[in-house]
T-cell receptor, first 109, second 117 residues
Framework: KNEVEQSPQNLTAQEGEFITINCSYS?????LHWLQQHPGGGIVSLFM???GKKKHGRLIATINIQEKHSSLHITASHPRDSAVYIC???????????FGTGTRLQVFP | NAGVTQTPKFQVLKTGQSMTLQCAQD?????MYWYRQDPGMGLRLIYY???????DKGEVPNGYNVSRLNKREFSLRLESAAPSQTSVYFC????????????????FGEGSRLTVL
């Protein structure tokens, strides 16, 4: 049983489209991570948030702690946004994380 | 500023051979982690270290040992490699220690692709 679920698993978009990736979790958490893994394999942290919304460039992350749900939005998507996006939540309020299986995004010109 | 550095990037082993994956971070982080990533599965925690001198098992520790040599370095050892350990391994670090209700930003190494024949 995976306690962090992402949807969709795969997503294709045309350049310029607005993208939404969802993450639901069953454990009680106080913070959630969004990560990006590029085709080359490297993983970078995009956001860590515990409430409300955070914005960085064209990326926006929101979280609703009560509903145990977070979303990652990409505005004006670009082919360079093509990557796997992963959400992760701490396990029982420790700093061990449970990872979702990722959403593979492909943005075509 | 190198961040998290792990070596080697690629390794091929025969069943039964041993090897050590090295990881070092230069951000003065307390917590360090070893994960494995397999197709169709999320990253899974192998071992974790909240501070120098302490280590803790994660979800999939069998077949692995770790050593937190100092605050900078956290190594992962496969004593007798098995084909099931074929995977991509990631080292990561964060600034918060165990037991806190809040997790610091994670920084990952570039990954080590291990194949066990």
């Amino acid at each position: 049983k995976n306690e962090v679920e992402q949807s969709p698993q795969n997503l294709t978009a045309q350049e310029g489209e607005f993208i939404t990736i969802n993450c639901s979790y069953s454990v009680g958490i106080s913070a959630l991570h969004w990560l990006q893994q590029h085709p080359g394999g490297g993983i970078v942290s995009l956001f860590m948030l515990s409430s409300g919304k955070k914005k960085h460039g064209r990326l926006i992350a929101t979280i609703n702690i009560q509903e145990k749900h977070s979303s990652l939005h990409i505005t004006a998507s670009h082919p360079r946004d093509s990557a796997v996006y992963i959400c992760a939540a701490p396990f029982y309020n420790t700093d061990k994380l449970i990872f979702g299986t990722g959403t593979r995004l492909q943005v075509f010109p | 500023n190198a961040g998290v550095t792990q070596t080697p990037k690629f390794q091929v082993l025969k069943t039964g051979q041993s090897m050590t994956l090295q990881c070092a971070q230069d951000m003065n982080h307390n917590s360090m982690y070893w994960y494995r990533q397999d197709p169709g599965m999320g990253l899974r925690l192998i071992y974790y270290s909240a501070s120098e001198g302490t280590t803790d098992k994660g979800e999939v520790p069998n077949g692995y040992n770790v050593s937190r040599l100092n605050k900078r370095e956290f190594s992962l050892r496969l004593e007798s490699a098995a084909p099931s350990q074929t995977s991509v391994y990631f080292c990561a670090s964060s600034e918060h220690s165990a037991g806190t209700a809040y997790t610091g930003e994670l920084f990952f190494g570039e990954g080590s692709r291990l194949t066990v024949l």
